[in-house]
């Protein structure tokens, strides 16, 4: 555990230094560290404004933003695929993502403004989503089959909701930005938002680790975690809420992301096995590089334009998702 912590950690670093390189100004890992060293320590910096700024303004809370949101979905994942019992559960597939998305529209259509405002917004928007979901799911019988399908329904009710809110409300400019970042966009990455999104996801991953043998015992079943002394009730109502609120704060901050919590949390399995306590810090880090890269990629690979966040994740993450099942099949 240690050692792939480390080793975790290590890459993220390098993967976050590297991703602020890339562009069309002509910079280094040197320089990046420079910056850092000049805003931190008060070093000596023999650099351009221009070039500082590109560092410090633009590319490095970008690439941060991109490591907190990776992080957060990916422990979002990892608990609901284990309070659900569900693989195919995370917050993008059990419409959470949605209802966050149209919580945050609201806010920014209405003019209501302010990220507490637009944090807020998106997620009552998410516990509505996740209460919906579960109700139905209830109403259709239970199972995972009917909670996927539930979800379903769920993702395609708020994000029509969304979608008539941005098209009766919003002006075109509007509409277009909209629209883009609800595709997920790191594009207006900020030091407030870094800061606000790090401290949630750190919350909620120490949440999540004070629960992890609970979420251990949930891999045998409800009957069987309250056996073993665990207070079901109050663990899932917990976790949810925490779920929904990091969620949200994602959500408002990049728009709706799909597939990282889905896929990066069985890549984790695979690294350093089902116990939550190693799964959840193994599965941060790896959604963490997992993103750092992605949204590098969805900035250069058509610069000067520049593709969806969430455009690259589907693209990646389908396929490795097929590559996950197969390797589980191949295991059994």
Sequence with gaps: MLLVTIVGAGGLLLSIAAATTIGPADLGVRDVYTV????????????????????????????LLAAVCGAGLAICGVVLQSLMRNPLADPFILGISSGASTGAVLVIVTGLGGALSLSSGAFVGALAAFVFVLTLAVLAGGGT???????????????AITA?????SADAQQTRGVLFWLLGSLGGAS?????????????????????????DAFAF????????????????????VVTALLTAVLVSAAGAIGFVGLVLPHAARIIDGPLHRRLLVVSALAGAIFLVWVDAAARTVFAPQELPVGVVTALVGVPAFVLILARRRQIR
């Design 36 to 63: 850092v060293a000049h805003n931190l320590w008060n070093a000596t910096a023999d650099m351009t404004v221009i070039d500082e700024g590109i560092i410090w303004q633009l590319r490095l809370p970008r690439a």
């Design 191 to 215: 030091w407030d938002q870094v800061a606000v999104c790090g401290g949630i996801c750190a919350l909620a991953l120490f949440i999540c680790l004070t629960q992890s043998d609970a979420l």
């Design 164 to 168: 008539f809110i941005v098209f009766s």
């Design 221 to 240: 079943g409800h009957d069987a975690a309250a056996a073993l002394g665990v207070s079901v009730a109050r663990v899932r109502v917990l976790l949810m």
């Design 145 to 159: 089959d009917r909670l996927v399908l539930a979800g379903i329904a769920g993702t395609q009710l708020f994000s």
